[in-house]
């Protein structure tokens, strides 16, 4: 059975850093791309960052470029998204999911994705 679990929410100021992971276990963690989504309170969730299973291309949501770095390693069966310069905006709960196929590349569309992570709590203060 597959499982990821992420790690690493908290609370924050304003202009901090956290850096989120997530482990995945139950299928060749290499053959897949990842990504990143978020849900805040009363919106629906979105995309945030995708990983190739290579780890050479990743995706980015605009509002998080310059900010958000997706990484992976492989040989630990983790991707992380280091997050810098936080905003109020960016409170919510962070989602890591698996693509549904062994594929290089990634996906800005959950649809694409299959397991999710049961997601961590990211909350920034003003």
């Known amino acids: 059975q597959v499982q990821l679990v992420e790690s690493g929410g908290g609370l924050v100021q304003a202009g901090g850093s956290l850096r989120l992971s997530c482990e995945a276990s139950g299928r060749t963690f290499s053959s897949y791309a990842m990504g990143w989504f978020r849900q805040a309170p009363g919106k629906e969730r979105e995309f945030v960052s995708a990983i190739s299973s290579s780890g050479r291309t990743t995706y980015y949501a605009q509002s998080v470029k310059g900010r958000f770095t997706i990484s992976r390693e492989n040989a630990k069966n983790t991707v992380y998204l280091q997050m810098n310069s936080l905003k109020p905006d960016d409170t919510a709960v962070y989602y890591c999911?698996?693509?549904?196929?062994?594929?290089?590349?990634?996906?800005?569309?959950?649809?694409?994705?299959?397991?999710w992570g049961q997601g961590t709590q990211v909350t920034v203060s003003s």
């Open positions: 999911a698996q693509n549904k196929r062994p594929s290089g590349s990634g996906s800005m569309k959950q649809y694409d994705y299959d397991p």
